[in-house]
Antibody, heavy 121, light 110 residues
Framework: QVQLVESGGGVVQPGGSLRLSCAAS????????MHWVRQAPGKGLEWVAL????????YYADSVKGRFTISRDNSKNTLYLQMNSLRAEDTAFYYCAKSPSKLGIGWFDSWGQGTLVTVSS | QSALTQPRSVSGSPGQSVTISCTGT?????????VSWYQQHPGKAPKLMIYDVSKRPSGVPDRFSGSKSGNTASLTISGLQAEDEADYYCCSYAGSYTWVFGGGTKLTVL
């Protein structure tokens, strides 16, 4: 079955950087678009970024555009999120989520357990 | 990319039905049939319950149903059970490869 396992979260100072990883298994990783979705503690869900199946096209929420970079290594079945210039409002659980399609259109059919990023001095 | 509007909370007794609304605009819910719903229990990851407005993934009970009219989508849970108590989030594709979620609705089973 589909398994998504995030890692890389932690505490970082404002202005700092962090890279999250999401190890995928149980499906043909390079056939599907992948997303990052975040959730501030006690708050709602917010879509963050999409990368299409071959890694060539990437899309971002306005709130992270220019600061975050989504990438993937299909040889390692791993999704990444490089987060730079972090702000307090980036504090959240970050989930990787699988799309049902190559281009990422549609919905999020499987989710990881999330990794917590805390931005604080 | 404004969030979709959901009621903060709804409640119902076991066996009853509840409906959660999700209101957007013609740029998201009204413009596409990519409306999905997610259930989230405390401390857990979200789980897909409805996709493409009204389709259920395998394993989701047929007590869960979805619909859409204009810029508003709805999730109906019939025959409420204690394990349905959770937060529910709607989501819509918003064009140009972006997505928008609702603020979430806390369902309490009385």
């Amino acid at each position: 079955q589909v398994q998504l396992v995030e890692s890389g979260g932690g505490v970082v100072q404002p202005g700092g950087s962090l890279r999250l990883s999401c190890a995928a298994s149980g499906f043909t990783f390079n056939n599907y678009g992948m997303h990052w979705v975040r959730q501030a503690p006690g708050k709602g869900l917010e879509w963050v970024a999409l990368i299409q199946y071959d890694g060539r096209d990437k899309y971002y929420a306005d709130s992270v555009k220019g600061r975050f970079t989504i990438s993937r290594d299909n040889s390692k079945n791993t999704l990444y999120l490089q987060m730079n210039s972090l702000r307090a409002e980036d504090t959240a659980f970050y989930y990787c989520a699988k799309s049902p399609s190559k281009l990422g259109i549609g919905w999020f059919d499987s989710w990881g357990q999330g990794t917590l990023v805390t931005v604080s001095s | 990319q404004s969030a979709l509007t959901q009621p903060r909370s709804v409640s119902g007794s076991p066996g009853q039905s509840v409906t959660i609304s999700c209101t957007g605009t013609s740029s998201d819910i009204g413009g596409y049939d990519y409306v999905s719903w997610y259930q989230q229990h405390p401390g857990k990851a979200p789980k897909l319950m409805i996709y493409d407005v009204s389709k259920r993934p395998s394993g989701v009970p047929d007590r869960f149903s979805g619909s859409k009219s204009g810029n508003t989508a709805s999730l109906t849970i019939s025959g409420l059970q204690a394990e349905d108590e959770a937060d529910y989030y709607c989501c819509s594709y918003a064009g140009s490869y972006t997505w928008v979620f609702g603020g979430g609705t806390k369902l309490t089973v009385l």
